[in-house]
């Protein structure tokens, strides 16, 4: 008779009485996050996008968040409170920047999904310490159950390190990366200009500000908002100026994809060479820092740059120069990092910088940087210089921040890039 009560027992609960067990919170949980990521890529996607834009960014995830939901009953205490405090985590790197832009009163669409995932984030996270603690161990003598316990805290410690370290980080930063952008109106150039719209190669438009070539020259500044000075210095001095918004800022279609701003920047260039007060064979490209490194390798592929000033460019996202030890163990940080921002961007990662700065010439490259200004920039740079070929010229700005050299040395900032643009664009 005892056969059947035993059955009872061990049945799984269901519905409401499933939502009260460990299993059901954390399942519920890892639901909400679930669902932000289903808001973000199908319910509320951005503007140009469709849902065959977004097939790893939004399956990918939900897959895993779906795997570790079924899996977690299954597993040992110990693996399920690692589990649920892995991806308790997660959420909150993943709904922050529904945070952010909820704090900078710009929130919209799946931003408020992102809150309800930090919300996730942090049960998940509290669940995993009432999980070791409804699970430990009660016999044996108080001096063992304390050193047992100690050394368990230990093992644990060191392996939330590693946790955080190799899945936590690169994953959050990569989302990070691909979901957090510029707000706010873009600062005043303090000349006329037009609202223009660029068209991509994969039907986005982008909306940048153009002020007219009085020398029929122009250069394409991107990303623009965060160069208003070098633009205004190019204006003063005749130049056409385009300030672009990169696609998934501003008020720019698309998804804030940094690995797709080649096409962005060739969608730039094509545009000037159909303005009527712009020479094609003058065209060139003004890049600070995220936007110096994509612009180095858009031109590498895109004739229509007669000539690049790259400021900043440093380390893109997943490379970087160690040796000995610290390549060990940063490679799987840099392979979990690109991997993360792949399946995030729904796109791959541009070429190296090093590999095709070289396809640029006989076009005119100058580079500017700061030391040790931010990324590896004073690193990479004299690699940068070395591997572009002629005509090329290099600067390294005494005393100056990242990208900021034009604050610390304006007038030499401003006859360097002059002299280089002139040389490459109007003595022809």
């Known amino acids: ?17 499933f939502v009260r067990t460990e299993a059901g919170v954390v399942t519920l949980a890892l639901g909400a996050i679930a669902l932000h990521v289903l ?16 097939l790893a960014s939004g399956l990918v995830p ?14 040992r205490p110990g693996l399920r409170a690692a589990l649920a405090m892995t991806f308790g985590a997660l959420g909150l790197g993943i709904g922050f920047p529904g945070a952010y832009y909820l704090l900078h009163g710009s929130a919209s669409g799946a931003d408020y999904t992102g809150l309800l995932a930090i919300v996730a984030g942090v049960v998940l996270l509290a669940s995993g310490p009432v999980t070791l603690w409804r699970s430990r161990r009660t016999g044996g003598s108080r001096r063992r159950r304390y050193v047992r316990r100690s050394l368990e805290a230990i093992v644990g410690v060191l392996a939330a390190a590693v946790i955080v370290a190799f899945v936590v980080f690169p994953i959050s930063f990569a989302y990070g990366y691909t979901h957090v952008g510029r707000i706010g109106a873009p600062p005043d150039i303090g000349v006329p200009y037009e609202t223009v719209t660029v068209r991509t190669s994969d039907s986005l438009d982008l909306v940048a500000r153009y002020v007219p070539s009085a020398n029929r020259a122009a250069v394409v500044v991107y990303p623009g908002a965060s160069a208003v000075k070098e633009a205004r210095m190019l204006v003063d001095n ?13 008020r720019s279609e698309g998804d804030l994809v940094r690995w797709a701003g080649e096409r962005d920047l060739a969608a730039a260039a094509a545009y ?16 600070s820092s995220v936007g110096g490194e994509i612009l180095l390798v858009a031109a590498a592929r895109e004739p229509a740059f007669r000539a690049v000033v790259s400021e900043g460019a440093g380390f893109p996202l997943g490379e970087a120069d160690l040796t000995g030890v610290e390549r060990v163990l940063a490679a799987p940080l840099k392979l979990g990092m690109t991997a993360a921002a792949t399946v995030f961007s729904n796109h791959g990662p541009p070429a190296r910088i090093v590999d095709t700065i070289g396809q640029i010439a006989p076009r005119s490259v100058f580079l500017i940087y700061a030391r040790p200004g931010m990324g590896g920039e004073d690193v990479r740079q004299p690699k940068y210089f070395a591997a572009a070929g002629e005509p090329k010229a290099i600067w390294l700005v005494p005393g100056a921040d990242h990208t900021g050299g034009i604050d610390v040395a304006p007038a030499e900032y401003e006859r360097r890039v002059i002299a ?4 490459a664009l109007l003595d022809r």
């Open 238 to 250: 005749g130049y056409g100026v385009l300030l672009l918004d990169p696609r998934g800022q501003g």
């Open 62 to 75: 939900v897959g895993i968040l779906t795997g570790a939901a079924l899996l977690y009953p299954r597993l």
């Open 1 to 17: 008779m005892r056969a059947p009560a035993a059955a009872a027992r061990t049945e799984r609960p269901t519905g409401a009485a």
């Open 420 to 423: 280089f643009l002139d040389a």
């Open 39 to 54: 808001d973000d890529n199908y319910l509320q996607p951005q503007p140009g996008t469709s849902v065959a834009d977004h």
């Open 272 to 287: 000037l060479e159909r303005r009527p007060d712009v020479d094609p064979d003058r065209i060139g490209g003004l890049g």
